[in-house]
């Protein structure tokens, strides 16, 4: 049994009166590509916000390598990239400027730092346009530069909030490539997402989230079998449709 890099226990985040978290309970283990799937407003980009450190917690723990996250928060989260569904990127900055000035916040300098640029830029396809301003880049481009922000400095996981956004599908099938790529190379991926068909393609197991908390989880045959056993021709929008009673996206 791989390690567990993520354990989240009774996760809650509340606004005022409402709840949007609600003692939310995961465990990730290290190497997965692990969906966590729900229609907006699930709860989906809070928690991950919550792991990320950005939003604290109303209640609960989350321990990440092992270690309480606000404990060793700085320690942490040097082993995080994190590329969220809003663009972390500075328009008026060249492609290269962005991934230099993300990466050298993790305390990369100097011929490392150029090295590291330089990585991140081809490993998204965005080296021959280092030059470019990032604000002339299409929809495409921009999420591919979110992503070489996020990896500078070798994440050991890598959390992707709903980063396909607004996209083209070659764009998508290309970013969807590299994730898995990324993976294989030993890190640990968490992809937050509404839309099923990308959760099934790359994702190991998958938990289906709907108001703040997990319904179930498991691989893609596991959720299946748990609606509909022995009905291989069952969808997982059709397993998202009974367990919820909802559509996953209108």
């Not at 989230?209 to 021709?233: F, P, R, Y």
Request: net charge neutral; with cysteine; proline share 2%.
């Amino acid at each position: 049994m791989s390690d567990i890099i993520l354990r989240t226990k009774d996760l809650t985040k509340k606004y005022q009166n409402k709840v949007v978290v609600d003692s939310l309970k995961l465990e990730i283990r290290e190497g997965e590509i692990f969906g966590l799937l729900g229609p907006n407003g699930a709860g989906k980009s809070t928690t991950m916000n919550m792991v990320c450190s950005i939003v604290r917690p109303t209640a609960g723990t989350i321990e990440l390598m092992g270690k309480n996250l606000w404990k060793s928060k700085k320690e942490i989260i040097h082993r995080i990239g994190y590329i969220p569904q809003d663009l972390a990127i500075h328009g008026n900055l060249k492609a290269w400027e962005n991934v230099e000035l993300f990466t050298s916040l993790y305390g990369i300098k100097g011929a490392e730092l150029k090295k590291v640029v330089e990585e991140s830029l081809r490993y998204v396809g965005l080296w021959e346009k280092k030059d470019e301003l990032a604000k002339n880049f299409s929809g495409g481009m921009k999420r591919r530069l979110n992503i070489a922000c996020a990896i500078g400095h070798h994440p050991d996981l890598l959390i992707f909030d709903e980063p396909m956004v607004g996209i083209d599908p070659q764009s998508r099938n290309f970013m969807l490539e590299k994730i898995k790529e990324s993976n294989q190379n030993g890190a640990t991926v968490i992809y937050t997402s509404h839309y099923m068909e990308e959760v099934e393609a790359i994702c190991t197991r998958i938990a289906i989230m709907d108001n703040g908390k997990v319904i179930a989880c498991g691989t893609s045959k596991e959720l299946k079998e748990t609606v509909a056993s022995g009905n291989e021709n069952i969808t997982l929008e059709e397993v998202f449709l009974i367990l919820t009673g909802k559509k996953l996206r209108d």
